[in-house]
């Protein structure tokens, strides 16, 4: 796929995350990204929103200065400032989202090719409560293993921005560590849920079922508690070979 393929289905992922019906960003909420064969890739630039998003909403970026900033002491707001006015390829283009540091950890190091962040009012009903992601550790019904994956990776509150990527990368790479691959979703407590997708496709489809899962779960706890699966069960769905099959089956975006 060519940049300009790249950034047509990068309009099209954020107007569906951003359709006001599903609830899953408004306003300046939410941001995606999508890696370019040559190592740069595309962010939504700062100030844009996803559901009018077209492709000057879009800044394409160098991710050496990101990888330099998270290693540099100097995390102040001027600084930060600087580095996302450095990393920009087009001189000219919008400055990235303050989110660009998180997008280039989840590109880079999480094996993901597309990245999808919101904050779905489902999803925040549990990250905001008292429970945090603890309801998401354990699952409730087969598809959201399918498409979600069997385990998630959390993050703990952090302020947005280089900090925030900081703590995320902490928890990416302590999952590797623990089960060999990276998760398809990252849930920021407090904040909202990183997806990390193979497709502009593959993110819609398990931010869409995050969602499901996310909504069942608020009745579920309203209604009395979640009947929560078996790890046994859970883990079956997860190596079975029709399941696979099913995850691969994903497509594009029209
Ligand atoms: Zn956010």
């Known amino acids: 796929m060519n940049q300009a393929e790249t950034l047509q289905y990068l309009i ?54 990101i990888f ?19 990393c920009r390829v087009d001189k000219k283009a919008k ?29 925040l009903q ?3 409560s008292q429970l945090g992601a ?11 293993i399918v498409v979600c994956g069997r385990r998630l990776a959390v993050v703990p509150y952090v302020d947005p921005g280089i900090r925030l990527a900081l703590a995320l990368r902490k928890s990416l790479r302590r999952f590797i560590g623990e089960h060999g691959a990276a998760p398809k979703v990252i849930l920021m407590v407090n904040h909202g849920p990183v997806v990390l997708g193979q497709t502009e496709r593959d993110v819609l ?19 009395g508690r979640p009947q929560f699966l078996e790890e046994k069960s859970s883990d079956r769905i997860e190596n079975r070979p029709d399941e696979h099959y099913r995850r691969g089956v994903i497509g594009r975006l029209k």
């Open 68 to 86: 330099k900033a998270l290693e540099h002491s100097d995390k102040t707001d001027e600084r930060v400032r600087a580095v996302l006015e450095d």
């Open 95 to 123: 400055l990235p989202s303050v989110e660009t540091f998180l997008h280039a950890i989840c590109l880079k190091e999480g094996g993901a090719k597309w990245v999808g962040h919101a904050h779905p009012v489902s999803v």
């Open 126 to 128: 549990i990250l905001c």
């Open 134 to 144: 603890e309801p998401f550790r354990r699952h409730i019904f087969p598809d959201a």
């Open 205 to 223: 489809n398990t931010m869409l079922m995050l969602d499901k899962w996310a909504s069942i779960l608020v009745g579920n706890y309203a209604i």
């Open 12 to 65: 099209q992922l954020s107007h569906e995350l951003g359709r006001e019906d599903r609830h899953l960003a408004i306003l300046g909420e939410g941001n995606v990204s999508a890696d370019l064969a040559d190592g740069t890739f595309y962010v939504k630039a700062s100030g844009s929103q996803l559901a009018t998003i077209e492709a000057d909403g879009f800044t394409r970026v160098n991710p050496l200065p």
